[in-house]
Each structure stands twice: as C-alpha cells, then as structure tokens.
T-cell receptor, first 111, second 112 residues
Framework: SQQGEEDPQALSIQEGENATMNCSYK?????LQWYRQNSGRGLVHLIL?????REKHSGRLRVTLDTSKKSSSLLITASRAADTASYFC???????????FGKGNQVVVIP | DGGITQSPKYLFRKEGQNVTLSCEQN?????MYWYRQDPGQGLRLIYY???????QKGDIAEGYSVSREKKESFPLTVTSAQKNPTAFYLC???????????FGSGTQLSVL
C-alpha cells in the first residue's frame, strides 16, 4: 500500500539553487527513508530518519521529520545537474516490516 | 546497483506467454523483494522473501509467481494471467531489517 505522498510532484530549478520536497504519511511510523532514482535505473538509498529524530544531515542533504504533522522534508542544497532524478520517500510502519513508497518527486536541475 | 544483477534489461512478452525475470545477488542478504513501477507511480510490492524456501505475497501478487530455492536468487515469473504486465520491474535486497533496500537496475517488460 502507498503511504508516503511527496509534494510537489515536479520541480525545476537552476543549478546552485536549493530544492525542497515534502512527504506526508497517514499512520505511525518506525522510520522514514528517502531514495533517488535516475531515469531507467534502480533506486538508491539516500538517508534514513527514525521516528525519534527530528533532523538529519548527509552531505548536501538535510531531512526533517515532524511526527506531529506526519510529514518529512528533503532539502538538497546547492543543487547540481547530476541531482536531476526522481526522489521517493518510503515509510516503515509500526508492526509492519515492509516499506511503503510514495509516488515520487521529479527534480530537474538546469545547468 | 552493485551486488544485484537483474536480467534482461528489456523483455518482450507475447500474449499468453509466461516470462521470467532474473534477480541475482552477491550481498549475502536474506531478504529479497520484487516491485512493479508504472510511469509516474511509486513502487508496488509484488512478492517478498525473508529466507530461503519461503516467500509471501505483496500488494499486487495476482498474475505473478516466484521461487526462492537459493539465497542468491529470486526469479519472478509474469504469467499469462497478468493482463497488464507492461511496467518496470525492480528487485531489491535488504541487509538490516527495515533499514535500507539495495536495488537492481531493473527490467522493462513490454507486451508485443
């Protein structure tokens, strides 16, 4: 079942700008993960944030989690053309050992 | 994508035909998954296996079958009962439970 829903669905930005994507979910989660997918390829894990964490960083990535609003955001700072991809959030529900993926955000970084 | 090999990259199915998608891994992971991805959509779980000789249906298992005879291999058969098989199929493995999935590079299945 699909739980994570990303917003906005498509984003086009200039190289060097920041890109922000949001993800909302409906029920209590164990953790939330973000993945990147280049066109025609498999997904690559970017970052995991646990339900008791509020913010996490990895390189140019910053993820926040607000469990009271059931939402997460992914910020990519100083974007590069190579960041052009689709970005998916995925949640692990409490009592369920499977990931539920959102529909994805397409990000285009214009050189 | 390293460590997980999906083949073929592109596959064409004739009406009424069964086709098998291969997924092989050398990561020594117990859990393996098959997902289907349609354009503009997220991933939907077809089948998963947490250990050799055991597998469970996911959310959209109808028209598909799997086997898990070896730890390294988790082939997916798209049967003739699957009336709308055109999609991008992704295989994944999981090391630590619920922590991170590793994906193969996918197989694009189309109907002739």
């Amino acid at each position: 079942s699909q739980q994570g829903e990303e917003d906005p669905q498509a984003l086009s930005i200039q190289e060097g700008e920041n890109a922000t994507m949001n993800c909302s979910y409906k029920t209590s989660i164990n953790n939330l993960q973000w993945y990147r997918q280049n066109s025609g390829r498999g997904l690559v894990h970017l970052i995991l944030i646990r339900s008791n964490e509020r913010e996490k960083h990895s390189g140019r990535l910053r993820v926040t989690l607000d469990t009271s609003k059931k939402s997460s955001s992914l910020l990519i700072t100083a974007s590069r053309a190579a960041d052009t991809a689709s970005y998916f959030c995925a949640t692990v529900l409490y009592g369920n050992n499977r990931l539920a993926f959102g529909k994805g955000n397409q990000v285009v970084v214009i050189p | 994508d390293g460590g997980i090999t999906q083949s073929p990259k592109y596959l064409f199915r004739k009406e009424g035909q069964n086709v098998t998608l291969s997924c092989e891994q050398n990561l020594n992971h117990d859990a393996m998954y098959w997902y289907r991805q349609d354009p503009g959509q997220g991933l939907r779980l077809i089948y998963y296996s947490q250990i050799v000789n055991d597998f469970q249906k996911g959310d959209i298992a109808e028209g598909y079958s799997v086997s898990r005879e070896k730890k390294e291999s988790f082939p997916l058969t798209v049967t003739s009962a699957q009336k709308n098989p055109t999609a991008f199929y992704l295989c994944a493995t999981e090391g630590v439970a619920n922590e991170k999935l590793f994906f193969g590079s996918g197989t694009q299945l189309s109907v002739l």
